[in-house]
T-cell receptor, first 115, second 113 residues
Framework: AQSVTQLGSHVSVSEGALVLLRCNYS??????LFWYVQYPNQGLQLLLK??????LVKGINGFEAEFKKSETSFHLTKPSAHMSDAAEYFC?????????????FGRGTSLIVHP | KAGVTQTPRYLIKTRGQQVTLSCSPI?????VSWYQQTPGQGLQFLFE???????NKGNFPGRFSGRQFSNSRSEMNVSTLELGDSALYLC????????????FGPGTRLTVT
């Protein structure tokens, strides 16, 4: 069974500072990896995904993530935080099950951005 | 393309009642998945439908059921509601053959009193 661990339920940064949200997964085979963002009273929105190829993937709103197989990690970063980045972020891993890929989500990390 | 839509957005029910939630996927998407989101348990997978067939099911009691219609629209039903069923119910669609990338609707906030 696969699992996803997001370190830190809350991460607090100052506006303009580096954002680093951590995600580790357990999987016996290379998975597909995703980061989603959820704003209050909304559904989840895909930020970026890793399927195959380049291990550094770029997403929307200036976010990027690097797949490190040896560390089973897929950390999300952004060089400079903006107030509008304050939201809940979810890491997900999907593997084949019953003929389709079903994602397993981490518990989420709430990003707080201070002025 | 229009996004995933869910109706209603908010719902208040009493224990013991049943409820039906509706989801319209992105045009062309044949897979619809349902998730329950609560502060305590996070995002939990309920079930996935593809071409009107349930393809995957999460670990939820039989009170939770769903179906998919020929136009890919989906409904989920919860019978004999319990206080613990209060949650945000999210529907997500995908083309059906791919990596598990999901496109989410805004959710239905269900409150059971």
């Amino acid at each position: 069974a696969q699992s996803v661990t997001q370190l830190g339920s809350h991460v607090s940064v100052s506006e303009g500072a580096l954002v680093l949200l951590r995600c580790n997964y357990s999987s016996s085979v290379p998975p597909y990896l995703f980061w989603y963002v959820q704003y209050p009273n909304q559904g989840l929105q895909l930020l970026l995904k890793y399927t195959t190829g380049a291990t550094l993937v770029k997403g929307i709103n200036g976010f990027e993530a690097e797949f490190k197989k040896s560390e089973t990690s897929f950390h999300l970063t952004k060089p400079s935080a903006h107030m509008s980045d304050a939201a809940e972020y979810f890491c997900a891993v999907s593997m084949l099950s019953g003929g389709s890929y079903i994602p397993t989500f981490g518990r989420g990390t709430s990003l707080i951005v201070h002025p | 393309k229009a996004g995933v839509t869910q109706t209603p957005r908010y719902l208040i029910k009493t224990r013991g009642q049943q409820v039906t939630l509706s989801c319209s996927p992105i045009s062309g998407h044949r897979s619809v998945s349902w998730y329950q989101q609560t502060p305590g348990q996070g995002l939990q997978f309920l079930f996935e439908y593809f071409s009107e067939t349930q393809r995957n099911k999460g670990n939820f009691p039989g009170r939770f059921s769903g179906r998919q219609f020929s136009n890919s629209r989906s409904e989920m039903n919860v019978s004999t509601l319990e206080l613990g069923d209060s949650a945000l119910y999210l529907c997500a669609s995908s083309p059906g053959q791919g990596t598990g990338e999901q496109y989410f609707g805004p959710g239905t906030r269900l409150t059971v009193t």
